[in-house]
């Protein structure tokens, strides 16, 4: 199959199985290895991307499904001069560890940060179902994000269940 | 229709699906979500149903929930969400797998997969008297689900929609995993009956999930305490007499079957517990 990916703004022509999952097309051919290759069962979130803004496992995506979508990798959420608020809040918080988790923490809390801009802390731990920190970082991954705050204006007020 | 020599064929109508399946046989899979056709399916030429038109609609009113095949659990959940007779569906929809897995699964591909176990919308939807309508080359076909769960239908068939009545009564879904969030759930129990002022249960629906290769109704412990009062104790008693002759508990890498069986009981009493609260309103 031939068909035309649309990867971190640009078009990118993909010529083979279109059951091949988006996250081996992304790491072996095209060296995006950003996406971790972990579960390879859609457990771990190592591998998330954001399919037209939308948080998904990139192991259970086969490419075939996937012409006309923007696709977004951890390479293409920000520019090597900036970085978004949640990169600069982990860097902020040293949440990153060994960094296997960290590309999936960063697309799925981005998307869930930006439609729950007050979380509390148990909603962030229920939003991060799915993305596995081995490191068991946790805590300070949800520190970094509850200092977001509201549209980015200070901190929130920590609700603990 | 000419057949595409290609791995992954996206067809735009029912009727193309099933002449495909028709003509490739076992060497093609139906892809809904593809969660679980990436993991165990890779061989087969894939049949996508994405680009059909209809599929992920979902309908709710006073007297129906109508849900498409390729509705996501995500969709589901956002739809039935605060509605107390679909409660059960909305827990199984909102807490299964993880938030990434909820917007790609579907409700086709959970109903559909055989070899999946722990599927949470299908006992949910057994314990709301669910109906399932299949396309098939003789036509729609409507039935039970819980007919359809039982028997499989081995001809070539597409599942359409399924339909739950609305009614007035209360829902509840509970699943034990072995970490708080993220894991298949060891067992499943689904419960909504009607509750009457004095604590009676009318209509008593429970059903089992994960705990054998498919979920299935518990008409044994429904028959022992419909119309009765019954609180979480009391049921629970009933459920523990029973659990052991209803159940063959399965074993697999997550959790033994005797386990299962041993957990029944008190996920029946939290079952009972929910509905009862909602039903005083807290």
Partial sequence: MVLTLMINGDPVPYHGDPRRSLLEVLRDDLHLTGAKDVCGEGFCGACIVQIDGVPKVSCLLPVGRLAGAEITTIEGVSNSETLTAVQKAFLEYDVVQCGMCFPGMVLSMTHFMAENPSPTRAELKSAMTGNICRCTGYERIIDALLSLGSNGLGPVEEVRP | ?282
């Fill in chain 2, 1 to 282: 229709m000419e057949i595409p020599q290609q791995s992954l064929i996206s067809v735009t109508r029912v009727s193309q699906a099933l002449d495909l399946l028709t003509r490739l046989g076992e060497t093609a899979t139906v892809m809904a979500g593809g969660t679980w056709v990436m993991r165990e399916a890779r061989e087969r030429t894939f049949i996508s149903l994405a680009e059909i038109p209809d599929l992920t609609d979902i309908t709710l009113d006073d007297q129906v929930l109508v849900v498409g095949a390729m509705a996501t659990h995500q969709d589901i959940c956002n739809a039935v969400i605060g509605a107390p007779d679909l409660a059960a569906l909305a827990t199984a929809a909102g807490k299964s797998a993880t938030p990434a897995i909820r917007r790609m699964a579907t409700l086709g591909g959970n109903l559909c997969t055989r070899d999946f176990h722990s599927a949470d919308l299908a006992p949910a939807l057994l314990a709301l008297n669910a109906k399932v309508t299949l396309e098939t080359s003789s036509g729609r076909e409507t039935l039970s689900l819980e007919d359809y769960l039982n028997t499989p239908v081995d001809r070539p068939h597409i599942l359409h929609h399924v339909t739950v009545p609305r009614t007035s009564r209360r829902s509840a879904h509970v699943r034990l995993m072995q970490r708080q969030a993220g894991d298949y759930p060891l067992a499943v129990v689904s419960l909504s009956a009607a509750i009457h002022p004095d604590g009676t249960l009318h209509d008593l629906r429970i059903a089992v999930g994960s705990v054998e290769e498919r979920a299935r109704r518990w008409h044994a412990l429904e028959a022992l305490c419909d119309d009765q009062k019954m609180t979480s104790d009391s049921i629970r008693a009933h459920a523990a007499a029973r659990a052991s002759q209803d159940f063959v508990g399965r074993d697999a890498v997550d959790g033994q079957g005797w386990y299962r069986l041993r957990v029944l009981p008190a996920l029946v009493a939290q079952a009972v517990s929910d509905i009862s609260l909602t039903a005083q309103g807290a």
